[in-house]
C-alpha cells in the first residue's frame, strides 16, 4: 500500500536480489538513524515489524516505508520520519507515521529500488546548523519595521519580500523541519518552505541570525 504524493508516484519497484542503502529511523528518538544495507522485502519487514507501506516523498527523492498496520496496532508515533515528510509536502497530510521506519531512494527506470541518495543522507545525519526558508504568497504581509513577523523572519532576497529566514538556527534538521510545519500551519499565505543548512546561507544572511533560546 502506498500514501500519495504530491507528484506522480513512480513505477512499482521490485527488491528481490538488489541490495539498497538505506536509512533505518527508529521511533524512538535516541536511537541514532543507521545507514545499512538490505536486500530483500523480508528485511524491510524485519525492519518495520511487518508488511510494509511506503510513503513518497519527491522533494527529497526517496520514499519512507512503515508498517501497514502501524496505526490500529498503536505503535509509538515516529517523530522524525513524520517531520521528513510533513516538511516536504505542499499540503500538510492528515496522518502521522508510527513505528520504525526505513527511508530508501526512488525507484529507477527499470522499477527497481535505489540508495538513498547521499543528499539526503548528509542532510538528515551530519551535525549542523539549519534554518528554514519561506515562500510567501503575492498577498503576504510584508516584512517591515513595524512587521510581528520581525522577530523570527528575515528578508531572505534582497529587494525580494517574497522570501524569508527564519532568524532561529536549529542543531538538527528535524528540529527545523518541525518548526516549518508550525509556521505552514500558522500562516495561511505560505506558499513554501525548505530546511537548509547554515553552510548553503549568503554571508550576510548567516549575520544576522539569532542564536535559538
Not at 500514501?3 to 528481490?16: F, H, I, S, V, W
Not at 497530510?93 to 539526503?120: Q, R, S
Not at 534582497?158 to 518548526?179: I, M, Q, V
Request: glycine fraction near 6%; charge should be negative; charged fraction near 25%.
Amino acid at each position: 500500500m502506498r500514501l500519495p504524493g504530491n507528484d506522480p508516484l513512480p513505477a512499482a519497484r521490485t527488491r528481490e536480489n538488489n541490495m539498497v542503502t538505506c536509512l533505518r529511523i527508529a521511533a524512538d528518538v535516541d536511537e541514532p538513524i543507521e545507514l545499512i544495507d538490505i536486500e530483500s522485502d523480508d528485511e524491510y519487514r524485519r525492519l518495520v515489524d511487518g508488511w510494509t507501506e511506503a510513503v513518497d516523498v519527491p522533494a527529497l527523492g526517496i520514499s519512507i516505508y512503515v508498517n501497514e498496520e502501524g496505526l490500529v496496532r498503536r505503535l509509538p508515533f515516529n517523530a522524525r520520519a513524520s517531520a521528513i515528510w510533513w516538511a516536504n509536502c505542499e499540503r500538510l497530510p492528515d496522518a502521522m507515521l508510527v513505528g520504525d521506519a526505513v527511508v530508501v531512494g526512488y525507484p529507477d527506470d527499470d522499477g527497481k529500488a535505489t540508495d538513498v541518495p547521499a543528499e539526503t543522507v548528509a542532510l538528515l545525519t551530519q551535525p549542523r546548523e539549519y534554518a528554514v526558508m519561506i515562500r510567501l504568497g503575492s498577498e503576504s504581509e510584508r516584512i517591515g519595521s513595524g512587521s510581528r513577523f520581525n522577530a523570527v523572519l528575515l528578508p531572505f532576497v534582497a529587494g525580494n519580500p517574497n522570501w524569508l529566514l527564519s532568524s532561529a538556527r536549529y542543531e538538527d534538521y528535524f528540529s527545523a523541519a518541525l518548526w516549518s510545519v508550525a509556521l505552514s500551519e500558522h500562516r495561511c499565505d505560505v506558499g513554501a518552505t525548505k530546511v537548509v543548512p547554515s553552510a548553503q546561507l549568503p554571508g550576510h544572511l548567516a549575520e544576522k541570525w539569532q542564536p535559538q533560546a
